[in-house]
């Protein structure tokens, strides 16, 4: 599940079940959260089993109920844009959680804020929190009510855009899909004469930065890549658009199976990858990069596809298909003007020498299909 996906489905929850975020699941979390925090300069933090801003009940108000995870959202207090990146940088960990069937809610006021004040180190400034975790097995009637109504919103929004690029009429309609502090929207985007959208806000309120920086995060993922600037007025200019296809090889060694890691240049534990070449097909991409980059021949899998999309560089998203795919034959040996070393690992080990999040969520996925081939 992609994050525009999880866009579409993310509903705030009110009440979890008692059942503990998974190991795997917190490990992801947590690796997904140090990236952002590395990109961002925020400070977000992961609290599990830890109830206590949610258990008095003259803070919840009775409105959260089996709250024992959260997400801290804080950072320097001396940053003038720490509210906006704390929604903005917190609705892509949000959606991640969703993409990854967890529940979230993001909260403002309604919690126990001197619980979460410990977290915090000297100079740093807690904006909000949210809520995580296992979520009902059904929706409630409130939650149903509001999905609806945005699914609407998000469709009537898109139908009245004004003529432009299509990738404007996408970041609106998922926009409006944007959760915000008693459901405002205190914001408005516009297309500009120079073919960049602008952000202004609308009103005010003690949550208006960290609502247009959920709203921005998704416009941008709705228009497939692209830059804001931060602040009231900000600008987005479109991204350009790369492809790549790669695989998640694997081997079956000993009655188990072992998967083929790439570590690259850069340092970082990934798959074999490449950009898409000519009019070459996705599954002669990710054959060709296999070759190139590990020296074996494969048999790819195209049952299984699974697309990443990030941003390699400013200005620039980026697609990345995986298959799965079996070695045939060739020679193994690295390519040495990417790949600096290759290793087979069963998947626990594999899992956790992944660097990226992202590529974690490829190897579940992976594991998942081929089990349950």
């Not at 866009?7 to 795997?24: A, C, G, K, Q």
């Not at 919690?111 to 929190?129: F, M, N, P, T």
């Not at 009429?169 to 459901?183: I, K, T």
Request: aromatic residues 8%.
């Amino acid at each position: 599940m992609t994050l525009l996906d999880a866009v579409s489905i993310r509903t705030s929850l009110r009440s979890y079940r008692p059942e503990p975020i998974s190991t795997v699941q917190q490990q992801q979390l947590e690796k997904t959260i140090s990236q952002l925090n590395a990109s961002s300069g925020l400070r977000i933090q992961l609290a599990c089993g830890r109830p206590e801003p949610f258990r008095s009940f003259s803070k919840s108000y009775g409105m959260l109920t089996g709250v024992t995870n959260y997400l801290i959202f804080a950072g320097p207090g001396s940053d003038p844009d720490l509210e906006e990146k704390c929604g903005y940088y917190g609705e892509e960990l949000i959606l991640t959680a969703v993409s990854m069937g967890l529940g979230t809610c993001w909260v403002g006021g309604t919690y126990d804020k001197k619980s979460c004040l410990c977290h915090l180190a000297e100079g740093e400034r807690l904006v909000c929190v949210a809520a995580v975790g296992s979520p009902p097995e059904k929706l409630g009637l409130r939650e149903q009510v509001i999905r609806r109504a945005a699914r609407g919103l998000g469709r009537k929004i898109a139908a009245e855009t004004p003529e432009g690029p299509a990738w404007y009429a996408a970041g609106m309609a998922a926009a409006a899909l944007a959760p915000s502090a008693l459901n405002r929207r205190g914001y408005r985007f516009s297309l500009l004469p120079d073919g960049t959208a602008q952000a202004r806000l609308e009103g005010d309120g003690p949550f208006a930065l960290v609502d247009l920086g959920i709203a921005k995060r998704h416009f941008a993922l709705g228009a497939h890549g692209g830059e804001w600037t931060w602040g009231d007025g900000g600008v987005f200019r479109k991204a350009a658009e790369e492809k790549s296809c790669g695989a998640v090889i694997w081997r079956a060694e000993g009655g188990a199976r072992q998967y083929l890691l790439a570590r690259h240049n850069g340092g970082h534990w990934s798959f074999p990858k490449g950009h898409v070449e000519g009019d070459e097909t996705e599954r002669e991409t990710a054959a060709r990069e296999i070759l190139e980059e590990t020296g074996l021949t494969a048999d790819i899998d195209t049952g299984f596809r699974h697309v990443v999309t990030y941003s390699p560089k400013p200005g620039v998203i980026k697609d990345v298909i995986f298959f799965t795919a079996t070695p045939t034959g060739g020679r193994e040996h690295p390519q040495e003007s990417e790949i600096a070393d290759l290793g087979w690992f069963p998947f626990r080990e594999a899992r956790e020498r992944t660097t990226y999040a992202s590529d974690e969520e490829v190897l579940l996925a992976a594991e998942t299909y081929l089990n349950q081939k």
